[in-house]
């Protein structure tokens, strides 16, 4: 791993695994999305990684309009690095994923390394009423659903992607993932340095335990010596330890409501700078200072901001 | 884990993996694959774990007429438990998979606890000319293969063999796999003793290094105290090195074509029963013994060969 | 382990390897020793870890006639628990070193669970000049220390203190430390809950990596179970964030200038109270509480403050 | 870990902590050590690790002139690689486990890494008579041994010895020993490539479990990187298994009757060279080749044979 001098937060704005009835912070509308986005920036975090959502209902879309109706609104606003999703939500194609950041060339997409079970279903009943009527299969079929991400598709996004210039956060979701990767990497289809974004606690991945933790860290270093910096994102109520131990260890950290919706023990979070405020008041207890958007640019050897579509 | 007084020696005899140009050893013939599995458990294996071939061709095929032909006439020729494959071949769907399992009613099956991209695409070039026609697409697409199991798909497996009195060989590919397992365990799907198959080396899993072997075996134990039997194969040159490690830390082994081709460094093995011999030597080295395929039923509590249907 | 509900704070108010000239802050008359112990007590810390000091000098001593000067102040002023080191300095005999433990009794004492080099050497050319003429020779000469904890030693303390009924904090400076204390379990020395300090980043022991950290849980986990209370101290920079670590994943924490002078990066603590209000300051932004030192004395089955000779 | 196209066997012919009754074929005339050593290194061992014994009584001995009776013996009959302890035995001051080598100035000697507690007390009561009248107040009292090697020690010894250019067999016995070998690496008091000899299973040390021998490894990469050769030595029953992880791994072995006095469960060995043929056998099976006393010194930068005073 490389060690940052300073801590890069990414906040993860809204995704696509939380629905509009689980809290009332979730933003799903475009002015909603771009207030919260911009309200993370100024609260510390240096990227902002997006999906877009029907801004009427909530449900995950791929539809570049969507994304243009708070993208610009975004990067007027701030200088924080936009990062685009490309594994969308688990039921589109992966032409829809790949849609909205081939017509955007955002300085960064994310890349899913490798398919897995992605299930949250047993959230479901938690939930007497829904607001709104994709809400319950969406999370009730979600024990069939696979996260589709074969070597052809991942092949695929970094020659699309990479002629863009975007730069990808690596999202390896079990040890094997971090093999997917060395593969592409010995072949020489993506540069270092990479930026990986090692993921816990997501049912049908690895789980969320510290030894998880330190042996996903083990293996990067293992595969990649110091040609990558090191992310980590906890679903739910481990994302503020797991971001701890990660940044404590030299590692970056992402928050955000699409990760977690919570700020505290069965506390909802008011909103995503909310997240990054705590996540930054705890890394300031430890001397850790944190990393501009320029810093992350730098860091992370990316296009810039006047490269991208919007 | 349990720590067994005896050694556990699975041989999978011909799998799916692996095509007839790549070895005239590999079985797929009902004949031969009989004549290999009588030979295998002659010279140690108490399992044997079994995947259909077209007789004509060597292309895997789930059907149960096929299993028929050589089913009966390995039972007849040896006492070893008949473990049937439901993972079948990346190709098939999962009810093609279940049908000769459902109809047969085996001792054991075997039960994959994820999906994953499941490639071998990489060995193509070795071969300029392929013995059979389906052979060469059938390596190359792999890139876009992903192996289904789904936690939908996991359950009605679960439901259907377990009515039938089957127990399973849980193949866990990575670390979320025994997550997944320990998930159905404590829904209280299936008893123990869970006997896992921890599998290395094959691309889209995790790793074969010895790291990934221990922290597997951690894993487990962490998630399933003693309630579980480990087991340990690994794909291609390290199929003897990682049996070798399992037994030696009490675990069980799994050896056969279906794993690994070969019998020393660049040598191809000549058959099933020659691994299963040399691991055997290997074992005895170490004062390990092996269990008989009484001893193995015992040890899995399974109900018996006079309990199957063929 | 055994997870708490509520973490326990040991402060170790002055110890035995730093010097007065390291820092201004670090107690040694018996006046200031007390008042020290008293707000680290009101600060948060349920156990007070002590060694005593030549009032004039600030030189390690183990003559009970000094821990009378300030023990029973501390005593009236706080209901902590108050725990007696036996590893006094590396200069003292074993005889030495039990002395004061023997006439106090108190609820709890230290007992290092092996021998090992325990050297601060490079830390001494880092003053020009010294407060006492004791500090450097006694700096300077511990490239030649052994902290001396054999067999017998052990098992001598052992029987001695637990006459009285004098529980022990159980200190592991390396992996070996855990298998000696599994030696003395499984003898039956000393029973359950066993409250176990693991220490990292002292010359001569463990590293302070994070990888150690986990190491020496998972060992201690695999030796004992569920049968002991985990908790962590590093020295130096590290002990803030090694607390933080542990206090995460269930642990308890040691804070307190025996074990570090600073509170944060190049800035001396001025006081032990101020160490202790920061990790108790940080643990609450992880709705972790702090167990009163009532709460200690139920979850470490101590004998009670009323049971103590001074 | 710098990988070895070879395995290095190292055979250590009779050590100081078994005693004559524990077992007959134990060497300690200087006939009988020469006999085993030169048998030893005609099975494969390319390197003798010695100790010296009073010819009479078999008591450990650091006396130059008992080495003089088998040394040239040795060095007559084979080329093999002469390794000296400077370890003694625990009842040795510095300065008598020094002696010999430095008048013998040979090839590698052997250097401990740290202090700790060596016992072998549990041992004694197995055996109701003893063959000599020193032997069993010897492993009784080893509850009180220490093994002394304070960082003052091990600079002496480096220095000394570096002098002579004779190299070191860095014997490390928990995972403190390993940093303490940093220390010296990055003063650059010693000089890469490193030999390190992992202990596993002493009494006082780092006990004989597979994620042990895994940790050392991490730990010695992560301090080392690819500076150092790898061997591994575990006590008693753990010998051969250990051996065979670590050979797997890329390591080299060490065996002999210093470390264990089986061949297989229950079965005393009969002779150094047994434990030597045992080990290149199952080294085989894996398609392992040994290294000649040639290779060793390659692959170790030795000085040669001719350059040694005996
Ligand atoms: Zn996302
Ligand atoms: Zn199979
Ligand atoms: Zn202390
Ligand atoms: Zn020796």
Chains 1, 2, 3, 4 share one sequence.
Not at 63 to 78: C, G, H, M, S, W
Not at 212 to 235: E, P
Not at 256 to 284: C, H, P, Y
Request: aromatic share 10%; charged share 25%; glycine share 8%.
């Amino acid at each position: 791993m490389k060690k940052n001098r300073k801590v890069i937060i990414t906040c993860a704005v809204t995704g696509a695994m939380h629905t509009p009835t689980m809290s009332d912070a979730l933003p799903f509308t475009p002015e909603d999305i771009a207030q919260q986005s911009v309200d993370a920036a100024e609260a510390g975090a240096s990227i902002i990684h997006l999906h877009a959502r029907n801004p009427e209902t909530g449900e995950p879309t791929g539809d570049p309009k969507v994304y243009e109706q708070f993208l610009p609104a975004i990067n007027e606003r701030t200088d924080a690095v936009i990062n685009l999703t490309t594994g969308g939500s688990p039921t589109m194609t992966v032409e829809e994923r790949l849609w909205a950041a081939m017509e955007v060339k955002p300085e960064m997409c994310s890349l899913n390394m490798g398919s897995l079970n992605f299930a949250m279903f047993p959230l479901a009943d938690r939930y007497k009423s829904w607001k709104y009527s994709w809400e319950e299969p969406y999370v009730r079929n979600s024990d069939d659903f696979i996260f589709r991400n074969t070597f052809r598709d991942i092949e695929k996004i970094m020659n699309i992607m990479g002629e863009h210039g975007t730069k990808f956060e690596h999202e390896c979701y079990d040890v094997g993932h971090l093999y997917n990767l060395a593969y592409f990497a010995d072949r020489g289809l993506i540069k270092p340095p990479f930026f990986i974004q090692t993921i816990f606690g997501i049912m049908g991945g690895i789980g969320a335990d510290e030894d998880n933790l330190m042996f996903m860290r083990k293996t990067a270093d293992k595969l990649f010596g110091d040609d990558y910096h090191w992310s980590v994102l906890a679903a739910g109520k481990n994302q503020m330890p797991f971001s701890t131990h990660a940044a404590l260890m030299g590692g970056n950290v992402r928050v955000g409501l699409e990760d977690s919706l919570f700020i505290g023990r069965g506390e909802l979070a008011t909103s995503n700078a909310q997240q990054v405020s705590k996540i930054k008041r705890i890394l300031s207890e430890f001397s850790l200072e944190i990393a501009t958007p320029e810093e992350a640019r730098q860091i992370l050897n990316l296009k810039g901001q006047d490269k991208v579509s919007f």
